[in-house]
């Protein structure tokens, strides 16, 4: 089994910052790619930025410039950081990661509960 687990979500007000953090565990073989989703109510699930193994990465574009994804995924976390938060930034993001497990022949999708952000002032 695997499990991913987003912390660090929670209140900042229009401009501010906030930091989330996932970490990966269980029988772990191999992590290829590590991605950050977000999906505000109503919505449907957007991705939001990923990395892969190298370190190279990708934003969707109404992020860039803002948010920075960070992060080893060989060691099995990734973080977030966002700047400049914008009210349409609030959204409950979830990190996803393609993992092959013990056991398993093709790496699977995998998905943690989710973190709520808000920003508000």
């Known amino acids: 089994q695997v499990q991913l687990v987003e912390s660090g979500g929670g209140l900042a007000q229009p401009g501010g910052s906030l930091r989330l953090s996932c970490e990966a565990s269980?029988?772990?073989?191999?992590?290829?790619?590590m991605r950050w989703y977000r999906q505000a109510p109503g919505k449907e699930r957007e991705l939001v930025a990923f990395?892969?193994?190298?370190?190279?990465?990708n934003y969707a574009d109404p992020v860039k410039g803002r948010f920075t994804i960070s992060g080893d995924i060989t060691k099995n976390s990734m973080y977030l950081q966002m700047n400049s938060l914008k009210p349409e930034d609030a959204a409950v993001y979830y990190c996803n990661a393609r993992v092959r497990a013990s056991g398993q022949s093709i790496p699977n999708e995998y998905w943690g509960q989710g973190t709520q952000v808000t920003v508000s002032s």
């Open positions: 990395i892969i193994s190298g370190g190279r990465s």
């Open positions: 269980g029988s772990i073989v191999s992590i290829h790619i």
